[in-house]
């Protein structure tokens, strides 16, 4: 019972739950894995007959419900106007071209990919060449796109300390038909690590912070961010990002691990335009899942 009550409490205070040690963002990130320790405790308490047990569990379950419920739900699904993919292909990718295979299976219009080496940047370019000819590439990530790209500028999101080899922003301009100064960003947070004093969150947060300050001052009408965000929308962390895009909360889309996905850190997001679908692909070489989403452009 003591238990469940604290399950429920973490749950409906997760908001609250100081940053310190990276506290709150590993409960974000296990929200939805609550679920099974609720049933295991249900279980029990069937197996005790404890009523008091019991109403715990359907407590904190009703606590669960209230809180993942919205990031449980299937995403709509709906044909847009543009189909973006992202990826995070991993620097330690050894088949590009199944790779790109499975990138190019929904005919995107737009790609965008992180941990990119200039040996696979040179595979993906061929591999891409006939379906999105123009690409961009900045540090490790990039964008390819199906219409051309008339404007390529680094993103600077570095965390404090880290030198300028740490390359992880890319913002193009995209001519693409019904979205003239379509803005597309490629991105790659800082992972989260274990350390003595808990989860190191502290590079994450600044560079999201960071970006939240550039998507705030970006004038284009329409902004797409595809990215490893290394972190969950459930995150407060993520709320800086959030305040300026957006992407359907639903769907069980898990990325990363790819052989048995239990966490979703890569994202499409936009802002003047909607997601009409959003969804992993099949594996690949690398360590995450792809995310495929549809985006539904404003009336022209």
């Not at 000819?133 to 404007?151: D, E, K, M, N």
């Amino acid at each position: 019972m003591v238990l469940a009550l604290v399950l429920a409490l973490l749950l409906a205070l997760h908001d609250h739950l100081p940053a310190a040690g990276g506290l709150r963002s590993l409960v974000a990130t296990v929200l939805p894995w609550f679920g099974l320790a609720l049933a295991a405790l249900g279980l029990l308490a069937v197996l005790r007959r404890t009523v008091l047990g019991g109403v715990a569990v359907l407590f904190a379950t009703g606590a669960w419900l209230w809180v993942c419920l919205p990031f449980l739900t299937p995403a709509s699904s709906g044909e847009g106007d543009l189909v973006v993919v992202l990826h995070n292909v991993a620097d330690t990718n050894t088949d590009p071209t199944w790779t790109a295979r499975v990138l190019l299976a929904p005919e995107p219009d737009v790609v965008t990919l992180v941990e990119v080496t200039p040996e696979l940047a040179e595979a993906f370019a061929s591999s891409f060449a006939e379906a999105l000819p123009h690409f961009a590439l900045q540090g490790t990530v990039g964008v390819w796109s199906r219409h051309p790209i008339t404007r390529a500028e680094p993103v600077d999101l570095r965390p404090p300390g880290t030198d300028a080899s740490w390359d992880r922003g890319l913002r193009v301009v995209v001519d693409a038909p019904g979205a003239p100064g379509l803005a597309v960003y490629a991105v790659h947070l800082p992972s989260v690590r274990l350390g003595p004093q808990g989860l190191t969150s502290g590079p994450r947060d600044h560079s999201l912070r960071r970006l939240g300050e550039v998507l705030a001052a970006d004038g284009a009408p329409i902004v797409v961010v595809g990215g490893d965000f290394n972190t969950v929308l459930a995150d407060r962390a993520f709320d800086p990002v959030l305040a300026h895009v957006a992407t359907p909360p639903g769907s069980l889309g898990f990325t990363f691990p790819a052989r048995l996905p239990g966490v979703r850190i890569d994202h499409v997001l936009v802002r003047g335009a909607e997601i009409t679908g959003i969804s992993t692909l099949g594996r690949t070489a690398s360590d995450h899942l792809p995310v495929v989403a549809d985006v539904a452009l404003p009336p022209g």
